[in-house]
């Protein structure tokens, strides 16, 4: 098991750009499959983007194509996502997901351990 804790959110402007970080202990993130899951109000909790066991794979949701980027600071055991060129519609609450396997999926009960969540508010 992996704790997971999340930081970075914010209140910003559309177009603005914010950077999240997920710190883990009781396990090196480095070998473990990371990902970044989000829910807004009155929504199902969406994938966002994820990183495989070393970085082998990266996968991003069609929302974040082009303005999110998910990358590791092993040194740090943290998994960051980059976000710019933040819309409205970006707004919610993200979370930072943990898993054993290998491969991304971009299915929330394929993951173990979750972070708290941290809000990000993108206003118009």
């Known amino acids: 098991q992996v704790q997971l804790v999340e930081s970075g959110g914010g209140l910003v402007q559309a177009g603005d750009s914010l950077r999240l970080s997920c710190a883990g202990s009781?396990?090196?993130?480095?070998?473990?499959?990371v990902a970044w899951f989000r829910q807004a109000p009155g929504k199902e909790r969406e994938f966002v983007a994820g990183i495989s066991w070393g970085a082998g794979s990266i996968s991003y949701a069609d929302s974040a194509k082009g303005r999110f980027t998910i990358s590791r600071d092993n040194a740090k055991n943290m998994v960051n996502l980059l976000m710019n060129s933040l819309k409205p519609e970006d707004t919610g609450v993200y979370y930072c997901?943990?898993?054993?396997?290998?491969?991304?999926?971009?299915?929330?009960?394929?993951?173990?351990?979750w972070g708290q969540g941290t809000q990000v508010t993108v206003s118009s």
């Open positions: 009781g396990r090196s993130l480095s070998s473990t499959t």
């Open positions: 997901a943990a898993r054993i396997p290998v491969s991304v999926v971009n299915t929330q009960y394929a993951y173990q351990d």
